[in-house]
């Protein structure tokens, strides 16, 4: 496929997020420019330095709207998981990125979206067609790297992990192949109105992970799996924000059902090469863990 004019800024939106920040520095490796949005200016230029532009963007301050998407034609659109109230919260900043000339947003979703139209990520969806926006929704299996971020202290601190998906596997995929793919349909023509349904290369149930992060912590990592209302009692217990319990309650709950068991060959076909194993991503954070 022919790639873009990359003089124009590609925007990344959540640029320090863990799919952002893998955008960021795949687009680069591209020969992309990348305008590198996120509330906190200075830790973005902590990370990247010189080699981004730097803006403030906050979606619920339209006041910073218009740097944020000036002259820009791509962006990696995302939503932030305490915000749920789409309506209100991103409608606006997409609104302003339509008027503003934006043409294409490669937007991180969720797989089996089309299954689950109570999850936010579906209103976004369907807000950024209406509005005739040119889409790449990154349908996304769960993220490997959620465990060393939301569950990372159960796992250091208990030993454990406790989520309410039973014997329901998950196609866990790495945010860098995530990054990877997503930074292919920003420098690339041909990737408007595709959905891609992105997963590692193999379904694990919870006893299956929990193990393979035993063996290489050294330790024992046991797999708790407690009843959904359990969950979100014990998720809000531990200080989780009641809104994003819900919604964490309801995509495992959809988990459960079998909503992310599907492995499709999609980052291979997109990449060329096979999706990063969830043995290599618990090598490559073990750290996070210690």
Not at 12 to 28: C, H, Q, S, T, W
Not at 85 to 99: E, G, V
Not at 201 to 222: F, H, M, N, P, Q
Not at 235 to 257: E, F, K, N
Request: glycine share 6%; hydrophobic share 40%.
């Amino acid at each position: 496929m022919s790639s873009p004019s990359l003089e124009t800024p590609i925007l990344v939106i959540g640029a320090l997020g863990n799919v952002g920040r893998e955008v960021v520095k795949e687009v680069i490796a591209r020969g992309g420019r990348v305008r590198a949005a996120h509330t906190d200016m200075a830790a973005v230029r902590a990370r990247f330095g010189a080699e981004v532009e730097a803006v403030r963007f906050d979606f619920t301050d339209p006041t910073t709207y218009a740097a944020t998407f000036q002259d820009v034609q791509k962006m990696f659109y995302m939503r932030p998981p305490h915000l749920a109230n789409i309506r209100r919260d991103l409608q606006p900043s997409m609104d302003a990125a339509k008027a503003a000339g934006v043409t294409h947003a490669v937007f991180l979703s969720l797989i089996g979206i089309e299954k689950a139209q109570y999850v936010p990520h579906y209103k976004v969806e369907t807000y950024l067609r209406r509005i005739g926006m040119q889409t790449t929704f990154l349908r996304c299996s769960f993220f490997m790297q959620n465990l060393n971020t939301v569950h990372r202290r159960e796992i250091q601190e208990r030993n454990e992990l406790f989520v309410p998906v039973s014997r329901a596997k998950t196609s866990f995929v790495d945010v860098r192949d995530i990054g990877e793919v997503a930074a292919l349909a920003l420098t690339e023509e041909g990737h408007a109105g595709r959905n891609y349904d992105l997963t590692g290369g193999e379904a694990l149930d919870y006893w299956e992970a929990t193990e393979i992060l035993s063996e290489v912590l050294g330790r024992k990592i046991v797999y708790r799996n407690p009843n959904p209302l359990h969950f979100l009692a014990e998720a809000i217990r531990r200080g989780t924000p009641v809104l994003y319990a819900l919604v964490q309650m309801g995509l495992y709950t959809s988990t459960r059902w079998g909503m992310a068991e599907t492995v499709t060959g999609e980052v291979e076909r997109l990449l060329g090469r096979e999706p990063i194993s969830f043995r290599q991503y618990a090598l490559d954070y073990r750290e996070s863990w210690l």
